[in-house]
């Protein structure tokens, strides 16, 4: 199965939802002790979020990490063109038309058109939720991700209709 996320966007985003919860930063052991993580694997990622200009680093016995700007100034589109290296729905996704492409169906493609306008609509979405967005916890949630549910589906939930109970 193929994710839209890798494994190290997927761990950035559980080191930086932890920094967020924690104003005074957090060291890569503790980090690498709440979630499981390799510590190894780890570092690579707060290396390239320090590097990319997400987190900042301290050295010394009160070193560790902390975000290098306020969650709600980065946007879920930022740091996935940053650590995915960009991102794109598919090979031709925002390609212009005389550029060269790896897909070899590219000229007589009837989809071709309507996945860039999708690939459009998903990076536009992303740009406007903030990872604030996504680690806000709301009251009673039950799922971290229910604020992005929220944003990408403001519809309110149809009503469930109540069981009754049925003697046999």
């Known amino acids: 199965m ?20 924690r104003a005074e930063g957090g060291s890569a052991r503790e980090i690498a002790d709440r979630f499981g993580l390799s510590k190894a694997f780890l570092a690579n990622i707060l290396k390239e979020l320090c590097q990319k200009g997400f987190l900042v680093s301290h050295r010394g016995v009160k070193g560790g990490y902390a975000l290098r700007r306020p969650a709600d100034r980065i946007s879920l589109a930022e740091l996935l063109s940053a650590l995915e290296d960009g991102w794109k729905l598919t090979t031709c996704a925002d390609e212009d038309e005389a550029a060269e492409h790896e897909c070899t169906v590219h000229n007589v493609c009837p989809i071709r058109g309507p996945l860039n306008e999708i690939h459009k609509a998903l990076i536009g979405a992303l740009k406007d939720i903030t990872l604030a967005d996504v680690f806000r916890r709301p009251a009673g949630a039950t799922t971290t991700f229910q604020p992005v549910l929220s944003i990408l589906n403001p519809r309110p939930p149809a009503a ?3 069981l009754q109970e049925t003697s046999a």
């Open 160 to 162: 469930v209709p109540a």
């Open 2 to 21: 193929s994710t839209l996320l890798s494994k190290k966007t997927d761990y950035a985003l559980l080191i930086l939802s932890h920094l967020y919860d």
